[in-house]
């Protein structure tokens, strides 16, 4: 069966502070991966989605970035942290496949900004 | 451009009351809908979804119907549970291929015993 990891579960970072939040899938190839970002009293907001290794595309100017360098694997970086970066950040997966549009989720990343 | 709009909460009902959270939509395609709920501390769940105009989805007690005329995809469950406690968000998708979802703000339902 497949399962989605996204590490750490928590995070307090400093302003101006470098972050990465990695999430990795087991048992499927080739997978489409999302970073969304829920930030408090807002709903989700899509982030970033890859179809294939090192191919990025990204939904919203920011001071985030995405990396790919693995199938399973998906990367969101900062080099320097904003207040407004604060929130909880979902990693979802989905197969690439007309018809297959379901979205999995993984736990979630909170991270606290001060 | 694509949008959800969900019924602002929070919502706060008695167990086995009858549940309804609206959700409209507009969308530049013919898209899938889909209810998502996220548990406290979890992640998010799909609940159900439907791909095509009047096509009902359901699960765990929970139901909604794609209503093309009204671009509605309202939530309704008869008899909520202390267990459904919960934020609930409804998505779209319209377009195949990266499988983009665009999602609501969520509506947090509690449900007192």
């Known amino acids: 069966s497949q399962t989605i990891h996204q590490w750490p579960a928590t995070l307090v970072q400093p302003v101006g502070s470098p972050l990465s939040l990695e999430c990795t899938v087991e048992g499927t190839s080739n997978p489409n991966l999302y970073w969304y970002r829920q930030a408090a009293g807002r709903g989700l907001q899509l982030l970033f989605y890859?179809?294939?290794?090192?191919?990025i595309s990204s939904e919203v100017p920011q001071n985030l970035s995405a990396s790919r360098p693995q199938d399973r694997q998906f990367i969101l970086s900062s080099k320097k942290l904003l207040l407004s970066d604060s929130g909880f950040y979902l990693c979802?997966?989905?197969?690439?496949?007309?018809?297959?549009?379901?979205?999995?989720f993984g736990p979630g990343t909170r991270l606290t900004v001060l | 451009g694509n949008s959800v709009t969900q019924m602002e909460g929070p919502v706060t009902l008695s167990e086995e009351a009858f549940l309804t959270i609206n959700c409209t939509y507009t969308a530049t395609g013919y898209p899938s809908l889909f209810w998502y709920v996220q548990y406290p501390g979890e992640g998010l769940q799909l609940l159900l979804k439907?791909?095509?105009?009047?096509d009902k989805g359901s699960n765990k007690g929970f139901e909604a119907t794609y209503r093309k005329e009204t671009t509605s995809f309202h939530l309704e469950k008869g008899s909520v549970q202390v267990s459904d406690s919960a934020v609930y968000f409804c998505?779209?998708?319209?377009?195949?291929?990266?499988?983009?979802?665009?999602f609501g703000t969520g509506t947090r339902l509690t449900i007192i015993p």
């Open positions: 979802a997966w989905s197969v690439q496949a007309t018809g297959r549009d379901t979205q999995y």
């Open positions: 890859s179809v294939g290794i090192g191919q």
């Open positions: 998505a779209l998708r319209v377009e195949i291929g990266n499988e983009k979802l665009t």
């Open positions: 439907a791909t095509k105009a009047d």
